[in-house]
């Protein structure tokens, strides 16, 4: 049988590596497993336990993932542009939705809270030990997945997992492994932009205001925005966000099991003045010429 082709993509705190990653499985036709949020549901897990370091909770965290049932699903989504802002539509991020015990926990992962709370919950021996069975399990079911897909079985199966220890403890033995880096404030800034995408999605998806809402000569004086029983809208600052991912990173790379490191193999790629679409390109022309397959973007040497 032949062996599935892997693709590792590690890196610090919002360099880019899921959309990234999203973008090169979907034009390799690999699947994609996005690591991070298995240690997301992790704390998400905890904290529904109440069993978050420093509450006293004899937290067997380990214990609650091994008996959830993680999954991960990717989809073509219209709505969704490729990242980058200017050259958009030239490349395909697929959308990612996360099942925890069959609830989709897609927002619910990606909270403030979450983001304070999953570096130390990613820390102890046990929940790794527990996740990276899930992670061999979930890239097993993505190849055997990928290997029937389009391509009329030509084409070599393969899945693409993105994290922070995927090309140095979870699949050492990685076809091709990415380093993606970006200057800590060109992170803060991207991470900035996403929240601020998302808050516009948020309202824009959301029921339009009651017909009391400010009709009737608008008695009731000016409301504020979003009063369509929204929520009012939190914008955090790019320093309070960098500052999040400058601690997450300390954490991440300072850990004693298996911390965030350059595996000595990996391509490392810092995107910090890099359009999104040629690093995507650069990344598959590397995976196919490691299946000795032709490139596909001839310009795009790294
Ligand atoms: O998307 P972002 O870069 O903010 O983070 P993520 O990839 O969702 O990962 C969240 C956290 O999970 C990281 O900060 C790590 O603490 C942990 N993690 C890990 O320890 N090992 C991995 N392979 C992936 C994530
Ligand atoms: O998974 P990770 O946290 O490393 O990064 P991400 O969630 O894929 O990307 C963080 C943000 O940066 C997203 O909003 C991406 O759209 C954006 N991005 C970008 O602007 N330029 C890139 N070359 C890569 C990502
Ligand atoms: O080769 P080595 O044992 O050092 O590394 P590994 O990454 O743990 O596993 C061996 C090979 O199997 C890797 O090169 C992966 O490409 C492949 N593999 C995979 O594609 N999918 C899995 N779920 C497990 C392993």
Not at 14 to 28: F, I, P, Y
Not at 171 to 187: H, N, Q, T, V
Not at 255 to 273: E, F, Q
């Amino acid at each position: 049988p032949r062996r599935a082709f892997t693709v590792a993509i590690d890196g610090p705190a919002a360099s880019g590596k899921s959309s990234t990653a999203r973008a090169v499985a979907h034009e390799l036709g690999f699947g994609y497993i996005d690591s991070g949020s298995i240690y997301r549901c992790a704390a998400l897990l905890a904290l529904r336990a109440g069993a978050v370091p420093g509450s006293g909770e004899r937290s067997d965290v380990a214990g609650l993932v091994g008996r959830a049932s993680i999954d991960i699903r990717t989809r073509l989504s219209p709505d969704h542009p490729a990242p980058g802002g200017t050259d958009t539509g030239r490349v395909v991020v697929p959308d990612v939705q996360v099942l925890l015990d069959g609830e989709d926990v897609s927002q619910a992962i990606r909270t403030p809270e979450i983001n304070r709370l999953v570096a130390a919950i990613a820390s102890d021996s046990a929940v790794r030990d527990t996740v990276l069975r899930i992670q061999q399990a979930l890239a097993g079911a993505a190849e055997t997945k990928s290997g029937a897909a389009p391509g009329g079985g030509s084409a070599p199966g393969g899945v693409v997992m993105d994290g922070r220890d995927i090309g140095t403890t979870v699949f050492p033995g990685a076809e091709l492994k990415i380093y993606l880096d970006a200057s800590a404030m060109a992170r803060a800034i991207r991470r900035w932009d996403e929240m601020n995408r998302q808050m516009k999605d948020a309202k824009a998806k959301a029921p339009a205001a009651s017909p009391e809402a400010g009709g009737a000569g608008g008695q009731d004086g000016p409301r504020a925005e979003g009063a369509a029983g929204q929520a009012p809208a939190e914008y955090p600052s790019v320093e309070s966000i960098a500052r999040e991912l400058e601690e997450r990173d300390y954490a991440d790379i300072n850990r004693k099991h298996s911390p965030l490191r350059i595996a000595s193999d990996a391509v490392v790629i810092d995107n910090t003045s890099m359009t999104f679409e040629r690093q995507v390109h650069a990344i598959v022309d590397l995976a196919r010429e490691r299946m000795g397959l032709p490139r596909k973007y001839d310009d795009d040497d790294l």
